[in-house]
C-alpha cells in the first residue's frame, strides 16, 4: 500500500426498521455533509418517459406539502449551505452540505423532500423549458455528446441507451403525476441510503435520523434491469459540421461487483488517466502532437459496463490517433508488464487516491454509494489495498477480456 495512506475509521451502515440503511462518520470540521442516494436513474425510466428521473431531480424542489419552491431553496442557503442533486443511469443523489450545527435542518428538509415532493403544474412548465435547453446546449458541445451517442450504440435494444436528460419531446410530455409517480416507486426506504458526515457523534446524528426517516413506512421496491443483449461491433461517423473530430473507441466490460474491476480500473489509469505520464498521453500528445485531449474512462453498472477511450483532434490526424491506440491495446493483451514498472504504475494510482481523500464533499458522497452498492464501505485505504494486490497478468487478462473482441469507434466531425 502507499505508504502515506492511513486506514479510515470503520464505518458500519445501521439500517431502520423500515429498510433505510444509514451511514454516519465523524469528522472533526467546520462543515457537515449530508445526502441520499437513491437507487434510481435513467435506466429505470419506462420507453415513453426518457428523462424523466432527470426530470424529478429538477423538480424535487418545486414544492412540498409544506414548502414553496422559494422556501425549499431558502432553507439552506440562509445558514450559508447548499442543496443540490445529480442523476447517472443508476442513482439520484439530494444533498446537503452547510456549517455545522445545521444537521437537523438538512434532515428535515431531506425528509421532507423525499416524502412529499408536490409538481405544481406552474413550476413544472417553467422547469420544462429550463431542461429543453439544457438539452440543446448539450448537443452543441461535441466532446461531450459523443460519450451519449456511443453509449446508445453500445447498448443498443435497452433501457441503458438513451440520453439521461432525454429528449426535447420526450420532456415536454412528462407530467407531475409522471413525477410524483417516479418518486413514490423509487424512492423508498429500502432503495435508499442516507448519508451524514459531521463533527457529532454516531449516537446522536442516528437520534436525529430516526426523528426524521424512521417513521417513513416500506414499500418493497422492484427494479427491471435487463442485461443489455450483446454489444454488436461498430465503426461509425457522424457528421455535425464541426471543426474538430471527437472521437470514442471503446468496448463493454463486467458490472461494478466483479472482482476484476481493481485490474480494470489500473488499466484505465495506466492508459489514459489523469495524469500526463499516462501511455496515451505520451504517445498521441507529447510525441506525436495529434490530439489536443484524450483520456480514458470506466463505467460500471449493477451488470454490465463500458471502457471507453476518447480523443480530440483535427480530422485528418483520427486515422493515425486509432492505429496509436490500437497498437498500445494490442501491446497490453499480448506482454505481461514487468514487475518494475507494474509496482510503478500502482504506487501512482494509490497516490493520487490519496490526493483525492481532500476533497471531502466527494468522499462523503461516496460513503452513501458504497453502501448502496456493496452494502458495506469502501474506503481509500481498502481500494488502495485491492490494488496493490493486483498483477501483471491479471491486468493483462482484464485487456484481454476488454479489448480482444475490438473496439469499436464513433467519431463525430
Known amino acids: 500500500m502507499h505508504s502515506k495512506i492511513i486506514k479510515e475509521q470503520n464505518t458500519f451502515p445501521v439500517t431502520l426498521s423500515n429498510g433505510l440503511r444509514v451511514v454516519c462518520r465523524k469528522r472533526e470540521g467546520l462543515v457537515s455533509y449530508i445526502g ?8 429505470d425510466e419506462d420507453p415513453e418517459h426518457e428523462g424523466l428521473a432527470h426530470f424529478v431531480e429538477h423538480t424535487i424542489f418545486k414544492g412540498t406539502d409544506k414548502r414553496r419552491a422559494w422556501q425549499i431553496s431558502a432553507r439552506m442557503e440562509v445558514v450559508g449551505g447548499e442543496l443540490n442533486a445529480y442523476t447517472s443511469k443508476e442513482e439520484t443523489m439530494v444533498y446537503t452540505n452547510a456549517p455545522a450545527g445545521y444537521e437537523e435542518r438538512a434532515l428535515e428538509l431531506l425528509g421532507d423532500l423525499v416524502t412529499s415532493s408536490r409538481f405544481p403544474s406552474p413550476d413544472i412548465d417553467k422547469e420544462r423549458e429550463v431542461i429543453v435547453e439544457e438539452i440543446y446546449s448539450y448537443l452543441d458541445n461535441p466532446a461531450e455528446r459523443v460519450y451519449d451517442e456511443f453509449e446508445e450504440l453500445a447498448y443498443k435494444g435497452s433501457g441503458l441507451s438513451h440520453n439521461i436528460l432525454g429528449s426535447p419531446e420526450s420532456v415536454r410530455k412528462i407530467t407531475g403525476t409522471d413525477c410524483r409517480g417516479f418518486i413514490d416507486r423509487f424512492y423508498q426506504p429500502e432503495n435508499m441510503v442516507l448519508y451524514c458526515v459531521t463533527p457529532l457523534s454516531d449516537k446522536e446524528m442516528m437520534r436525529k435520523v430516526e426523528k426524521y426517516f424512521g417513521e417513513i413506512p416500506s414499500v418493497k421496491v422492484v427494479h427491471d434491469r435487463i442485461l443489455p443483449p450483446p454489444m454488436e461491433h461498430f465503426d461509425v461517423k457522424r457528421d455535425h459540421g ?12 463486467f458490472g461494478r461487483n466483479d472482482e476484476r474491476r481493481f485490474a480494470l480500473f489500473l488499466l484505465n489509469n495506466y492508459l489514459a488517466g489523469p495524469c500526463l505520464n499516462s501511455k496515451l498521453n505520451r504517445e498521441l500528445r507529447e510525441k506525436k502532437g495529434y490530439v489536443y485531449a484524450v483520456d480514458s474512462n470506466v463505467s460500471l453498472l449493477s451488470n454490465t459496463g463500458l471502457l471507453v477511450i476518447y480523443f480530440g483532434c483535427d480530422p485528418v490526424n483520427v486515422s493515425k490517433c486509432r492505429k496509436v491506440i490500437q497498437r498500445e491495446v494490442e501491446i497490453l493483451c499480448g506482454d505481461t508488464m514487468k514487475d518494475s514498472a507494474f509496482e510503478k504504475i500502482k504506487r501512482q494510482y494509490c497516490g493520487q487516491l490519496l490526493a483525492s481523500s481532500d476533497q471531502i464533499e466527494n468522499r462523503a458522497m461516496s460513503l452513501g454509494k458504497s453502501v448502496l452498492y456493496f452494502n458495506k464501505v469502501h474506503d481509500i485505504s481498502t481500494t488502495a489495498e485491492r490494488i496493490m ?25
Open 36 to 43: 441520499i442516494v437513491v437507487n434510481a436513474g435513467s435506466r
Open 389 to 413: 494486490a493486483v498483477t501483471p497478468a491479471e491486468m493483462r487478462e482484464v485487456a484481454e477480456f476488454i479489448f480482444s473482441p475490438g473496439l469499436s469507434v464513433l467519431t463525430l466531425t
Open 242 to 253: 464541426t471543426h474538430q473530430a471527437n472521437t470514442i473507441m471503446g468496448s463493454r466490460a
